[in-house]
Antibody, heavy 122, light 107 residues
């Protein structure tokens, strides 16, 4: 069974940092293109960024509001995806989901993890 | 960025109703469109990809159509478990963007 399990969320002050993890199982993680998507409380979905597989170049793309502050990485030996979040702002408060593309390069997502809540507040 | 506009933002319907949700892209995206269902407190679930292809395991009462800039999601006969929020997502251009959502409520 394909499974994605996020962890690492919590309460952090503005300007602080947090590292999220997403443990993957049930599929060949090293071949997967992985994304982070977030959802602010009561709001819609926002794609945060994506990392390709190493064999496909490992390219990373980000949405503009997080560029330069967030870093996506992966450890294929541990089948884990990471999101390093720095210089956090109040507007980064959201549930963060990790997800994978059904077919690499086709940019639609299934399955998704259960999400981890990040709250940025003083 | 490509803006995705869904309408209506909410719809009130009864079990057994046929319901259609519309999604419009601000630029041409061919058939690079997906639809998701999200229930409260849960992650989104992929229903439709490539505008009209049904994801494995999704009931056949869900269907999608459209190409270019205008797309629709239709539920042919609403079931109690279908009351949820639905999102479209363009998969053509980065950054990937989602519509604002359509909340399906029980009449």
């Amino acid at each position: 069974e394909v499974q994605l399990v996020e962890s690492g969320g919590g309460l952090v002050k503005p300007g602080g940092s947090l590292r999220l993890s997403c443990a993957a199982s049930g599929f060949t993680f090293s071949d997967a293109w992985m994304s982070w998507v977030r959802q602010a409380p009561g709001k819609g979905l926002e794609w945060v960024g994506r990392i390709k597989s190493k064999t496909d170049g490992g390219t990373i793309d980000y949405v503009a509001p997080v560029k330069g502050r967030f870093i996506i990485s992966r450890d294929d030996s541990k089948t884990t995806l990471f999101l390093q979040m720095n210089s956090l702002k109040i507007e980064d408060t959201a549930v963060y989901y990790c997800t994978t593309e059904v077919t690499p390069g086709y940019n639609w997502f299934d399955p998704w993890g259960q999400g981890t809540l990040v709250t940025v507040s003083s | 960025d490509i803006q995705m506009t869904q309408s209506p933002s909410s719809v009130s319907a009864s079990v057994g109703d046929r319901v259609t949700i519309t999604c419009r892209a601000s630029q041409y995206i061919s058939n690079w469109l997906a639809w998701y269902q999200q229930k409260p407190g849960k992650a989104p679930n992929l229903l439709i990809y490539a505008a009209s292809s049904l994801q494995s395991g999704v009931p056949s009462r869900f269907s999608g159509s459209g190409s270019g800039t205008d797309f629709t999601l239709t539920i042919s006969s609403l079931q109690p478990e279908d009351f949820a929020t639905y999102y479209c997502q363009q998969a053509n251009t980065f950054p990937l963007t989602f519509g604002g959502g359509t909340k399906m409520e029980i009449k």
